[in-house]
C-alpha cells in the first residue's frame, strides 16, 4: 500500500506540476504576443525628409526602429504639410491626430517657453556638455515632466554640432548694425537680437530663400554650412557669419503621443530609445565630417566668411543674460529648467578647464 500511495503521489505531483508549467507557458506566450504586438504608426516632420541631417535625421530614425525592432515596429515618414502643418507638429501628436512627430522642441515656445532650452542655448554648451546635463544633471526628468502635461513623450533623438550665425547682404561692423534688420531666426537667439534692436522673423526652412531674394528679409540663420550650402542662401547672400553664439549644439526630437507611448511594452520603449541614442551619435558624427567640405565650396562660391569681433560677441552676451532673466521671471518653468542648467555648467566648468586643451 505504501508503494500504491507514494506512486499516487508521486503522479498528483506531477500533473500540479505540468498544469503549472501549463500556465506559466500560456502566461509566456501572453506576455511574448504582447511585446511583439505590431506597431504602425505615423510620424509628422516639421523638416522634409532631403534636408541634410536636419531631415535625413528624422527619416534614418524610422528605419533604424524598423530594423532594430526586426520590422514589428514601423514609422512611416511623412513630408512637412501632408499631415499637419510644419509648426502645428505639437498639436497633431498632443491631440492623437498623428501618433509622432519629428522636430526640434525650440519651435514651441508658444506652448512652453522652457522647451527652448532643450533645443539650443545662446552661449551654451557643446554637444557633450549639454548631453552630460540632459542625461545626468536633471534635464530629462524636466523635459518628460513639462511634455507630458501636454500628452506627449518626447525623445531627444538627434543632435547637431554648431550652426553658422547667419548670413547677411552687408558686412556687419557694429552692433548698431543689427537696428531694424529683417533677420529670420530661431529660438532664444530670436529674442536676444531682438534686444538689440532687430526684427527677427520665424520662418519656415522651405520659404527662406524666396524671402531673403524678394528683400522679405534682410538676412538669414538657419543651420551649418553643409545644410546653407544646399539650400542656396549664398546665391542671395555673400556674407557668412562665425560662430554659431545662438546654437553650439542643437537636440532634436522624436515626439509620441502619450497614450500611444504608455500602451507600448517596455521592450518596444527600449527599442525606440536606443535607436535614438544610436541617432544622435550619428548626427554628431556626420555634422562634424560634413562642415569643411562645405565651407570649402562656399568660399569657391566667392562667400566672405566673418568672424564676429568680441565687442558684438560682448554686446550680443549682455542681450542674452537680460533675456534670460526676464524670460525665468516671467515663467516657473523656464526658470527651473534655467537654473537647473545654470548649477550644472558652474559645476562642469572645474572640469572643463582642466580636462580640454585650449587652442
Known amino acids: 500500500m505504501g508503494i500504491k500511495r507514494s506512486l499516487a503521489t508521486g503522479l498528483a505531483i506531477s500533473a500540479v506540476m505540468l498544469v503549472a508549467a501549463c500556465g506559466s507557458n500560456e502566461q509566456a506566450t501572453e506576455k511574448e504576443t504582447q511585446e511583439s504586438k505590431p506597431v504602425n504608426w505615423r510620424m509628422t516632420s516639421t523638416y522634409p525628409s532631403t534636408l541634410l541631417q536636419i531631415g535625413t535625421m528624422g527619416k534614418k ?13 514601423k514609422f512611416e515618414f511623412f513630408e512637412p504639410g501632408v499631415l499637419a502643418p510644419p509648426f ?23 506652448k512652453e517657453p522652457a522647451l527652448q532650452l532643450f533645443a539650443s542655448v545662446p552661449f551654451g554648451p557643446s554637444a557633450p556638455e ?40 552687408k558686412e556687419m561692423k557694429t552692433i548698431e548694425d543689427f537696428k531694424g ?64 553664439w545662438h546654437q553650439q549644439s542643437t537636440f532634436f526630437e522624436l515626439m509620441i503621443n502619450l497614450d500611444k507611448w504608455n500602451s507600448l511594452s517596455e521592450t518596444q520603449k527600449y527599442q525606440i530609445t536606443t535607436a535614438c541614442a544610436a541617432n544622435v551619435r ?8 560634413l562642415q569643411p567640405d562645405a565651407i570649402a565650396k562656399l568660399e569657391a562660391e566667392g562667400v566672405q566668411i566673418h568672424t564676429w569681433p568680441p565687442e558684438i560677441l560682448a554686446e550680443l552676451k ?8 526676464e524670460l ?3 515663467d516657473e518653468n523656464f526658470a527651473r529648467a534655467w537654473e537647473s542648467l545654470q548649477t550644472f555648467r558652474a559645476k562642469y566648468k572645474g572640469w572643463a578647464d582642466r580636462g580640454y586643451l585650449k587652442d
Open 61 to 73: 530614425i524610422t528605419e533604424e526602429v524598423d530594423k532594430i525592432s526586426g520590422g514589428s515596429m
Open 88 to 110: 502645428e507638429t505639437f498639436d497633431a501628436v498632443s491631440y492623437g491626430a498623428v501618433e509622432a512627430g519629428w522636430s526640434t522642441p525650440g519651435y514651441w515656445a508658444g
Open 130 to 169: 549639454y548631453l552630460a546635463w540632459f542625461d545626468y544633471g536633471g534635464g530629462r526628468e524636466l523635459f518628460e515632466e513639462i511634455y507630458h502635461k501636454h500628452n506627449i513623450h518626447s525623445i531627444i533623438c538627434g543632435m547637431t554640432p554648431p550652426e553658422a550665425s547667419g548670413w547677411f547682404k
Open 181 to 244: 534688420l529683417k533677420i529670420r531666426f530661431f529660438g532664444l537667439g530670436g529674442k536676444v537680437l531682438q534686444e538689440v534692436g532687430a526684427a527677427p522673423q520665424l520662418i519656415a526652412g522651405g520659404e527662406i530663400y524666396q524671402a531673403l531674394e524678394l528683400g522679405t528679409i534682410d538676412a538669414t540663420e538657419y543651420a551649418m554650412p553643409a545644410v546653407d550650402l544646399k539650400m542656396g542662401f549664398y546665391e542671395v547672400a555673400k556674407h557668412y557669419y562665425f560662430p554659431g
Open 282 to 289: 550619428y548626427g554628431v558624427s556626420e555634422g562634424e565630417a
Open 318 to 325: 549682455a542681450a542674452w543674460d537680460k533675456v534670460s532673466t
Open 328 to 330: 525665468a521671471a516671467d
